[in-house]
Nanobody
Framework: QVQLVESGGGSVQAGGSLRLSCAAS????????MGWFRQAPGKEREGVAV???????SYALAVKGRFTISKDNAKITLYLQMNSLKPEDTAMYYC?????????????????WGQGTQVTVSS
C-alpha cells in the first residue's frame, strides 16, 4: 500500500516562493509516475507537474517556467518548487502516484493520493 504525505503549504504574497514536499512510503515498482495536482474552490482538480521514474517532467502551461518538480529517489520524496506565485495559484495541492509508463497531467489516471496541503497567494 502506497501512502503519500504532503507538507510545505502556507500563505505567501504574490511574487513569493514556496516549496512543497511529498513523502512516499510503501512498495514502489521501478516504473512509476508521480505528480502534483491542485484544486481551487469551485473548480475541477487539475494537473500541475508530473515526473516519471526516469526523471522526465511535464508541466501545465500555467506554471511552466515558474514551478519545478523534482524527486529524491533514495527517499522517494517528491518536491515542487514554486516561484513567482500568483493569486490564481491559490488551491489545495495534492501529491499523486501511479505505476504506469506514460505520465500525464490527467488526475483520473492516478490511483494514489495524499491528503493535500493548502497554498494561498495574496495580492
Amino acid at each position: 500500500q502506497v501512502q503519500l504525505v504532503e507538507s510545505g503549504g502556507g500563505s505567501v504574497q504574490a511574487g513569493g516562493s514556496l516549496r512543497l514536499s511529498c513523502a512516499a512510503s510503501g512498495y514502489f515498482y521501478s516504473t512509476y509516475c508521480m505528480g502534483w495536482f491542485r484544486q481551487a474552490p469551485g473548480k475541477e482538480r487539475e494537473g500541475v507537474a508530473v515526473i516519471d521514474s526516469d526523471g522526465y517532467t511535464s508541466y501545465a502551461l500555467a506554471v511552466k517556467g515558474r514551478f519545478t518538480i523534482s524527486k529524491d529517489n533514495a527517499k522517494i520524496t517528491l518536491y515542487l518548487q514554486m516561484n513567482s506565485l500568483k493569486p490564481e495559484d491559490t488551491a489545495m495541492y495534492y501529491c499523486a502516484a501511479e505505476f504506469r509508463r506514460l505520465c500525464t497531467l490527467t488526475p483520473n489516471e492516478y490511483g494514489y493520493w495524499g491528503q493535500g496541503t493548502q497554498v494561498t497567494v495574496s495580492s
